[in-house]
């Protein structure tokens, strides 16, 4: 494509130089992100090994997630707690009224969406699974994307399958699914011409600028970022990527998000779930 | 975020005399600086929690001071020599006026 | 609200960094103060200049971002009802406004707080300790703040 703008091709040079330059800035310590990966679960993995976003922090931040204390991310958790035997709607039903305490029943459930939806024919994820739930056996209002509701509730189901490994299914009606997310993962987008796997497969243990670049790994999400001192869901960070390349983002559980989530899932596949992860 | 619930953790919460009690406390709040301009370029009035104490039967044994400069969901960990067994009271007080409290017993003996 | 720092507003923190590095320049190694912090040091200790150690700070080398930078501050004496901290002011001197938090301990208290900070750029981040019979110490960290990239 001879008619790239000769100032998008300069941008994108310039970031990527930044990018696979060797030195770590004004001798910060790299994080040693090497060595704490697991063996790709599957063959057509592009990883030698599958890192979580963990290791490719500093050490204080890591420090902060390695104790439930110290992580902020807890005080969403108990936001969840607290709403999960809530009574809300028409039905004056709560969470818990059926399925009781979250600790048994929702064990290892969110570590395997998104899942596939008999009744809409399409994957949901755990944002989705719960409104559904909230519009149909609770008949309440459901929570609105983004609201603190649904992301201390998404945080709750996940730290419910804290440590147990990524486990989605991407086979039989998930394929088409899967395949959407894996092409959307190599599409180039934005003004600065990066697909996902520029900076998370290539360049991942890199610096991008001041960033240190990780292999984009959704099993700590929803994360407490440092920058936002509040937990961001995964579509969120998806579409503040996007926003980084000068991209027009996709909508939060749009079916590209959803494509995508499935397809990022399984390049993590067997990794902990380590929600609420602590990053910068 | 009228019903915060703060988060609060001692080490222990029975010792001798002479000993002492790491406290761990979390809160959430936005702790909202007066830096931050809205989308129409508007600045945001500040609102954080600008005290926090730990008093021990009444008497103040720790506390801060809070600008906007401490970030959101407020965290402090320090440790007390508690001279006598009772009650702790643990105050945030927010630029509104209102407060968030929790308390904890501990034993000395 | 969504975002703690829309893309302007990171720029314009950018180049204030751009400003301070240049400044830092003319006034050696340590950062020039852009904010009234002296002012605020010198009411803190009634006049008196801070003499450097017993007051220990702990701060990241590069924070991975500003907005939650983890601290801690202690003092190196013991807690007795003759001598002890009364207070710990932390200043930042690279901040709109120099003050950050001020620990205000007893002798039923240790001498150390940990806490989470905001800084706006890269900066020297000041604590100052006032025991009770008025002496005063000090210790100055200098803190990167990485601004751009994705994380910023």
Redesign the interface.
């Known amino acids: 494509m001879p008619s790239v703008p000769l100032r998008v091709a300069l941008a994108a040079a310039v970031i990527l130089a930044s990018a696979v330059a060797p030195q770590a800035?004004?001798g910060?310590e790299r994080p040693a992100w090497q060595g704490h990966g697991i063996k790709p679960q599957s063959p057509d993995s592009p990883f030698d090994q599958v890192v979580s976003g963990l290791y490719f922090?500093?050490k204080?931040?890591q420090?902060?997630q390695a104790d439930d204390?110290?992580n902020?991310g807890?005080?969403a958790v108990?936001?969840g707690e607290e709403l999960w035997s809530k009574v809300d709607g028409a039905a004056g039903k709560s969470c818990a009224s059926c399925h009781n305490e979250a600790a048994t029943s929702m064990k290892g459930v969110a570590a395997a969406y998104p899942k596939w939806n008999e009744k809409l024919s399409k994957p949901v994820n755990l944002e989705q699974r719960i409104d559904l739930c909230r519009k149909g056996a609770m008949k309440a209002e459901p929570y609105a994307f983004?609201s603190p509701e649904l992301t201390a509730m998404t945080t709750y189901l996940r730290n419910q399958s804290r440590g147990m490994p990524v486990a989605v299914k991407v086979d039989g009606p998930m394929t088409p699914w899967f395949e959407r997310g894996k092409a959307l993962y190599y599409q180039r987008n934005g003004q600065l011409d990066l697909a996902c796997a520029n900076c998370h497969e290539k360049n991942h243990g890199k610096?991008?600028?001041?960033?240190f670049l990780s292999q984009g790994q959704s099993n700590g999400f929803p994360v407490y970022?440092?920058?936002?001192?509040?937990l961001v869901p995964l579509h969120?960070r998806m579409e503040?990527?996007m926003q980084?390349v000068r991209a027009t983002p996709f909508k939060p559980l749009s079916d590209e998000f959803l494509a995508l989530e499935t397809y990022v899932a399984w390049r993590g596949l067997g990794l902990p779930v380590e929600t609420p992860a602590v990053?910068? | 975020m009228a019903d915060v619930k703060p988060r609060i953790k001692l080490d222990k919460k029975d010792i001798a005399k002479g000993g002492v009690i790491e406290v761990k406390t979390l809160v959430s709040h936005t702790m909202e600086s007066g830096q931050r301009k809205d989308k129409d370029g508007k600045t945001i009035p500040r609102k954080i929690l600008n005290t926090f104490s730990c008093d021990l039967n009444g008497k103040t044994i720790f506390s801060a001071n809070m600008e906007g400069a401490v970030s959101a969901n407020p965290y402090f960990q320090f440790k007390i020599k508690p001279a006598e067994s009772g009650t702790l009271t643990f105050t945030w007080t927010d630029d509104d006026g209102s407060k968030i409290q929790a308390t904890e017993q501990i034993k000395v003996s | 609200m969504r975002d703690a720092m829309n893309r302007r507003q990171a720029l314009a923190l950018g180049t204030g960094a751009v400003v301070a590095a240049t400044l830092s320049l003319r006034a050696g190694p340590a950062c020039a103060a852009r904010n009234n912090s002296e002012e605020a040091i010198k009411a803190f200790t009634r006049g008196k200049e801070p003499v450097r150690g017993k007051v220990k700070l702990e701060l990241p080398e590069i924070a991975e971002n500003g907005n939650t930078v983890p601290m801690t501050v202690s003092v190196d004496v013991p807690m007795t009802e003759e001598s002890f901290v009364e207070e710990v002011m932390i200043v930042a001197e690279g901040n709109p406004n120099p003050g950050v938090i001020s620990f205000h301990f007893t002798p039923s208290s240790v001498a150390e707080a940990n806490t989470r900070i905001r800084l706006a750029e890269t900066q020297n981040v000041v604590a100052i300790a006032r025991m009770n019979d008025g002496s005063v110490f000090s210790d100055v960290r200098q803190v990167k703040v990485t601004i751009g990239g994705c994380g910023g």
């Open positions: 800035q004004d910060a922090r500093s204080e931040t420090a902060m204390f110290n902020p807890f005080l108990e936001q983004g610096y991008l600028r001041a960033d970022r440092l920058r936002d001192q509040r969120e503040g990527c980084d990053r910068n």
